[in-house]
Every structure is written in C-alpha cells, then in structure tokens.
C-alpha cells in the first residue's frame, strides 16, 4: 500500500512563514500529481497548491505570491513554503497523491494532516 505523511505544522505570527513536508511512501510506480489542500472549521476543504513531476504547479488565488510549492521527484516529496501567513490561512493542511503503485494500479492518497495556525 501507500502512505502519505505530512510534517512541519505549528503555531505562527501573522507574517511568519512555515515550510510543510510530505512523503509519499510505498511501492509507487508513477506520481502524476502532489498537492496541498487545507481546511478551516466549518468550511470545505480547498485547493492550495499542486505539483507535477515535470513542474507544472497551481495555486489558489489567495496564496499566489506568498506560497511557493516544490518536490522532489526521486523522493517522492513535496514541500509547500508558506511566507507572510495571514490568520485566515489557519487550517489543517493535508497533502494529496494522485499516483500509480503496484500491483492494483491508480490510486488517490492522503494524509492525516498537519495543523497551521496564525496568530493575529
């Protein structure tokens, strides 16, 4: 099977920064996606940011500019650099692999989640 795990959450001041990382685990054959996605109480989860192995990345709109996502592709890693933090960007942050493993083939996988808070 596989894994994913998230780390490098915590408490923060408005205009802090925090760098999250995730590690895809298991027999994986192929990766073709690797994002971050955060929900706040009571709202849906959202989109923050998306890698492919070939560097195509995607952000919301609200964190265009202040958050940067990177990987590495032979560790089957990415990280999400989250500069000038706002208190509204205060989730739980989950990491999301959209890869193939072995034996059964495609699959969708997330982590437990990694709680961000900023403090005003």
């Known amino acids: 099977q596989v894994q994913v795990a998230e780390s490098g959450g915590g408490l923060v001041q408005a205009g802090g920064s925090l760098r999250l990382s995730c590690v895809a685990s298991?027999?994986?054959?192929?990766?073709?996606?690797m994002g971050w996605y955060r929900q706040a109480p009571g709202k849906q989860r959202e989109l923050v940011a998306t890698?492919?192995?070939?560097?195509?990345?995607d952000y919301a709109d609200s964190v265009k500019g202040r958050f940067t996502i990177s990987g590495d592709n032979a560790k089957n890693t990415v990280y999400l650099q989250m500069n000038s933090l706002k208190p509204e960007d205060t989730a739980v942050y989950y990491c999301?692999?959209?890869?193939?493993?072995?034996?059964?083939?495609?699959?969708?996988?997330w982590g437990q989640g990694t709680q961000v808070t900023v403090s005003s």
């Open positions: 999301n692999a959209d890869l193939r493993f072995l034996p059964n083939g495609p699959g969708e996988f």
């Open positions: 298991g027999v994986i054959d192929s990766i073709q996606v």
């Open positions: 890698l492919t192995p070939n560097g195509n990345t």
